[in-house]
Every structure is written in structure tokens, then in C-alpha cells.
């Protein structure tokens, strides 16, 4: 039973991830399809850039909450932290390749952060400081996400000496880093650390 319950948890999680919050409030308020708007990308940011900053902050605010919902319901009908940390991983997943839509969403910031927030709250200063921080020195949003990640996984490291928590917070760097590596590869191109 407990099996069962796990289980459907974490897909309940991918199915909430992959509500495509962007794309639905684009639609809502403008008729327009966010995939043919701008960079084509599912998320808060391209919204904000391309269509106004009120929808893309709504869009981008409510799959941050796509990402508390899931962990949150993970946390009231479970008591293993392992189910926790894979419907968050579910969520995040469920985002950045939707069922909804064909399996093409966004880049997974917002709904990590959700997630992240509900697994352990001060996780959040390390992702938006250290991310923040090499984003403005290096002038490159992805490079700044990912290093954020980092930052918040060598935290949950640290604080939980656990290896289960390590591998959560390398796998949603690795999410983030799949879904920005085309940004990553025209920054090194741009930095001339890789040629064409």
C-alpha cells in the first residue's frame, strides 16, 4: 500500500509539473501561443520579455507554486523524505517535458525553486545569491542558474550529509543545465572557450 501511495505521489507531481502555466495564461489574456512568441520558450521570462511583465511574472509565479503543491502533498500523505525529494524531481520533470505539450515546456527555474523551497526553505539564499551573483558577473542568466543549483545542492550536502539529498539537488542541475544548453553553447561560442 505504502508502495502504492509513493508511487502515485510522484507521478501526481510529474502531472502538476506538467501544467503548462504560461502557455495557459498567455492564451487566456492575449489568444496568442507563447511557442511562436520570442524565444518560443514555455516560461515566466520569455512571457515577460514578449508579451508584458505582469502575465509573465503571473505565468512564472504560479510554476513556482506548481512545485510547492506537489512537494507539499508529497509531505502530507507521506513520511518518507525519499518520496519528497522524487516527486520534487517529478515536478520539475513534468515541467521541462510536459504530457500537455508533446513533452516540450520550459527551463525548470521557477518550479525548482518551488520545490526546493518546500524541501528545506533556506536552501533558497545560497540559489538566488550565488546564482544572482555569476549571473551578474558573468552577464549570462543560464551560467547563473546553474551555478545557483550547484550552490543549493553543496548547501543540502552539507546540512544533510546525505546522499540521497546530494543526488536530488545534481539532478535538477542536470535538468537545468539539458534544458540551457543551447544558451550555454552560444555563450562559450561568444567567450570563444569552444570554437565552432
Excluded at 525529494?85 to 518551488?114: D, S
Excluded at 545542492?153 to 539532478?171: M, N
Amino acid at each position: 500500500m505504502e508502495i502504492l501511495l509513493s508511487g502515485s505521489l510522484v507521478i501526481l507531481g510529474y502531472l502538476l509539473g506538467s501544467i503548462p502555466n504560461v502557455y495557459i495564461v498567455v492564451k487566456l489574456f492575449t489568444g496568442k501561443d507563447i511557442r511562436s512568441i520570442g524565444s518560443g520558450n514555455v516560461g515566466g521570462l520569455n512571457a515577460a520579455r514578449n508579451v508584458s511583465l505582469p502575465i509573465g511574472l503571473l505565468g512564472g509565479l504560479l510554476d513556482v507554486a506548481k512545485g510547492v503543491l506537489a512537494v507539499f502533498l508529497a509531505q502530507k500523505f507521506s513520511s518518507n523524505e525519499i518520496v519528497y525529494l522524487l516527486t520534487g524531481i517529478a515536478a520539475v520533470a513534468g515541467h521541462n517535458w510536459p504530457l500537455y505539450l508533446n513533452f516540450i515546456g520550459g527551463k525548470g527555474v521557477g518550479t525548482t525553486l518551488g520545490v526546493m523551497s518546500m524541501i528545506n526553505p533556506i536552501v533558497l539564499i545560497p540559489c538566488l545569491v550565488g546564482g544572482a551573483l555569476i549571473a551578474l558577473i558573468l552577464k549570462e542568466a543560464s551560467v547563473g542558474a546553474i551555478a545557483g543549483f550547484l550552490a543549493g545542492t553543496i548547501y543540502l550536502w552539507i546540512d544533510y550529509k546525505s546522499v540521497y539529498y546530494l543526488l536530488f539537488g545534481l539532478v535538477l542541475t542536470l535538468f537545468t543545465i539539458i534544458r540551457f544548453r543551447k544558451d550555454l553553447f552560444e555563450y562559450l561560442k561568444k567567450r570563444n572557450i569552444i570554437k565552432n
